[in-house]
Nanobody, 126 residues
Framework: QVQLVESGGGLVQAGGSLRLSCAASGRTLGSRNMGWFRQAPGKERDFVAVITWSGAITYYADSVKGRFTISRDNAKNTVYLQMNSLKPEDTAVYYC???????????????????WGQGTRVTVSS
């Protein structure tokens, strides 16, 4: 069993930055992929980024590529999402998730994850 707790969300102006954290407990993350997803009001939960267990491979949604960076510290059982140059369309609840891995396509979907955090809200004002 894995418990995930996100933090770091808040209100920021367009062009600003936030750093989200996801702390895991109950089981080591060292062998699992970690992903970030986001869900805007009235919309589906969308893929943002994923990092493999070693940290060697990362994938990003096109909408955040070049602005967001996912990283992990397995010794601290924590995953991060550094978000720069934020835009109003980045406003959403951000969720971290843990999964066993899979294909490039699979890890970009919610099906690729079996543990989820409760989410942290990010609001970007224009």
């Amino acid at each position: 069993q894995v418990q995930l707790v996100e933090s770091g969300g808040g209100l920021v102006q367009a062009g600003g930055s936030l750093r989200l954290s996801c702390a895991a407990s109950g089981r080591t993350l060292g062998s699992r992929n970690m992903g970030w997803f986001r869900q805007a009001p009235g919309k589906e939960r969308d893929f943002v980024a994923v990092i493999t267990w070693s940290g060697a491979i990362t994938y990003y949604a096109d909408s955040v590529k070049g602005r967001f960076t996912i990283s992990r510290d397995n010794a601290k059982n924590t995953v991060y999402l550094q978000m720069n140059s934020l835009k109003p369309e980045d406003t959403a609840v951000y969720y971290c998730a843990s999964g066993p891995g899979g294909t490039y396509s699979y890890v970009r979907t919610t099906r690729g994850y079996d543990y989820w955090g409760q989410g942290t809200r990010v609001t970007v004002s224009s």
